[in-house]
């Protein structure tokens, strides 16, 4: 089964602070994304990579930005976080075309910031 | 812009009771629709997915037909168990789409009692 795994369940920061949450998947897909959940709005695309060092904005970029230096790793970074980054991150892969193909997900990362 | 509109939640109900979660959709072209599931603590699973006008998406006993006259997938089960509680998320792909044109809806939470 492919696997995607977020380094962190829960995380506790601090406004200004600089965060790295990462995603590791195992079965050499393609393509990954970073998503946020809110309560009400459903996931949000923050950004996505098809490629080892390719990205692309997703709706909601403002404030994060993204690394992806191997093809199993993918790192969101808040320069400077703020409390309305407080959310549910959500890591996810696939492989290439067909784009029908499912998204797997990991089990997220609830960031607070304070 | 592609959207998805779901049925506000949360939605309670008893065991073995009929489920309808009602999905909408704004697209242009011929999107692929999809219903995706978030067990407590975990990642968003696949549920099921139709990629075209009358076809029917099934599994675990969930049903959704895409309905291209009425732009709707809506999900049903005819007898629901304490374990489908969830927050269950309709999204769509266009047709044209790469792998960042996935829109999710704001997602419906359930509850079923024993």
């Known amino acids: 089964d492919v696997k995607v795994t977020q380094s962190s369940r829960y995380l506790v920061k601090r406004t200004g602070e600089k965060v790295f949450l990462e995603c590791v998947q195992d079965m050499d897909h393609e393509n990954m994304f970073w998503y946020r959940q809110d309560p009400g709005l459903g996931l949000r695309l923050i950004y996505f990579?098809?490629?080892?060092?390719?990205?692309e904005k997703g709706d909601i970029p403002e404030g994060y930005s993204v690394s992806r230096e191997k093809k199993e790793r993918f790192s969101l970074i808040l320069e400077s976080a703020s409390t309305n980054q407080t959310s549910m991150y959500l890591c996810?892969?696939?492989?290439?075309?067909?784009?029908?193909?499912?998204?797997?997900f990991g089990s997220g990362t609830q960031l607070s910031v304070l | 812009g592609d959207s998805v509109t779901q049925m506000e939640g949360p939605v309670t109900l008893s065991e073995e009771a009929f489920l309808t979660i009602n999905c909408t959709y704004t697209a242009t072209g011929y999107p692929s629709l999809f219903w995706y599931v978030q067990y407590p603590g975990e990642g968003l699973q696949l549920l099921l997915k139709a990629t075209k006008a009358d076809d029917k998406g099934s599994n675990k006993g969930f049903e959704a037909t895409y309905r291209k006259e009425t732009t709707s997938f809506h999900l049903e089960k005819g007898s629901v168990q304490v374990s489908d509680s969830a927050v269950y998320f309709c999204a769509l792909r266009t047709a044209s789409g790469s792998a960042r044109q996935l829109t999710f809806g704001s997602g419906t939470q359930l509850t079923v009692l024993p």
């Open positions: 990579s098809y490629d080892v060092k390719m990205k």
């Open positions: 996810a892969s696939s492989p290439g075309p067909p784009w029908d193909e499912k998204l797997f």
